[in-house]
């Protein structure tokens, strides 16, 4: 099967000149097929050119296994695999030391190509797949290319599931594969993983794979409540929400809870708890419109209009055409007997939206408050 990161690395090919058998000075090819190509490194052609006498093994086997990890098809891979055994005890290893050399150096790409053929001279060996798993995560995660990071996430995860088949309690493989299960949604698999992860490890992994553990229950709470809440069972939810424990957790994930705790208390009539909790996740996020939005609702719902149109500027601010802001913020001045204001912010959105609803009702009140105060 072919991998998704292998046409992100072929155009490593261009840092590899070929050889004829004469040229290359090295011997061993004795039973190689007619116009055999030797792979050298373009930087040692140069410094050939500049005098050197030859290549040297090393410098004939490392461009052999750069090509081994970049093609695993290349017609001479065979001849390649047979010579590298000849002359390296383990050249597994030996393609480790080269990918681990050159991850140490940040060269993410070299670094999972000496890793590619290192897992290509010995399948069955842990210590090349593992090292994989580890460079390919974090190149996943340093890489600006988002194709390139999300097909890297993909090959760590099919490295870390190859780890567990040949060593299963490994604790950080254990450990990783629960973090892309949470990633993916699969809980119930994150909580497995990560189960063997606290058993298998150390104090580190340990720690770590309980405390995401503590968040896979956390998100399952949270899931539950947010059913709660579309079946409207508003107090049901809350309460749910309540015994979440948010201390510990991702603040992503604490900011879910508590925004979902706060509309829940909200729209069971508990407007000041849902004030409490919306405080708590604006102060993980104050650029999230809804947020704001729902806090000047409960303001202008206790009568606090002043604070609550503050909150709908600052929603404003950051979604500055949004219709149903605009409209909420004339309500607001409408109640703070500021018409001139109201019809301000309603005749932007009208200008928006021409056949919004709401927005039509909104001028319809307007219209009948000026009439009103006409007629006095």
């Not at 290893?93 to 290192?118: N, P």
């Not at 890297?152 to 254990?174: H, W």
């Not at 002043?306 to 950051?318: H, R």
Request: net charge negative.
């Amino acid at each position: 099967m072919k991998s998704k990161i292998d046409k992100y690395l072929f155009d490593l090919t261009d840092k590899l000149a070929f050889l004829s058998l004469e040229e290359s000075k090295l011997e061993g090819f004795e039973d190689a097929p007619e116009n055999f190509a030797i792979p050298v490194f373009v930087t040692d052609i140069r410094a050939f050119a500049g005098g050197s006498d030859g290549f040297t093994t090393r410098q004939i086997t490392s461009a052999m296994l750069y090509i081994i990890g970049i093609d695993k098809t290349f017609r001479f891979n065979d001849i390649y695999r047979d010579f590298l055994r000849k002359v390296i005890d383990a050249p597994e290893a030996y393609a480790v030391e080269l990918g681990m050399e050159k991850f140490s150096m940040k060269s993410y790409k070299d670094a999972l190509v000496f890793l590619r053929a290192a897992i290509d001279m010995n399948e069955g060996e842990l210590y090349p797949v593992f090292n994989y798993a580890l460079a390919s995560l974090d190149f996943s995660q340093n890489s600006s290319d988002k194709n390139l990071a999300a097909a890297l996430y993909q090959e760590a995860q099919g490295a870390f599931e190859r780890v567990l088949e040949l060593k299963p309690d490994d604790p950080f493989a254990n450990f990783q594969m629960g973090v892309f299960n949470m990633d993916s949604g699969n809980l119930e698999g994150a909580r497995n993983f990560l189960l063997k992860a606290v058993k298998a490890g150390d104090a580190d992994i340990s720690n770590k794979a309980d405390k995401l553990l503590k968040e896979v229950s956390a998100e399952e709470q949270l899931f539950s409540a947010e059913s709660l809440i579309e079946a409207g069972e508003y107090s049901k939810a809350a309460l749910m929400l309540e015994d979440i424990d948010i201390d510990l957790l991702e603040p992503m994930l604490s900011y879910q809870i508590l925004y979902a705790r706060g509309f829940s208390q909200k729209a069971a009539g508990n407007i000041e708890e849902a004030l409490e909790s919306y405080g708590k996740a604006l102060a993980i996020n104050n650029q999230n419109t809804l947020l704001l939005a729902d806090m000047g609702m409960c303001y202008a719902l206790l009568g606090d209009f002043g604070q609550a149109l503050e909150l709908y500027l600052s929603a404003l601010d950051i979604e500055k055409d949004s219709v149903e802001l605009l409209n909420n913020i004339a309500i607001i001045y409408l109640n703070m007997n500021d018409i001139i204001k109201a019809k301000e912010y309603i005749g932007y959105a009208k200008s928006l939206d021409q056949s919004e609803e709401i927005v039509d009702e909104t001028i319809k009140l307007i219209r009948s408050i000026e009439e009103a105060q006409g007629s006095i």
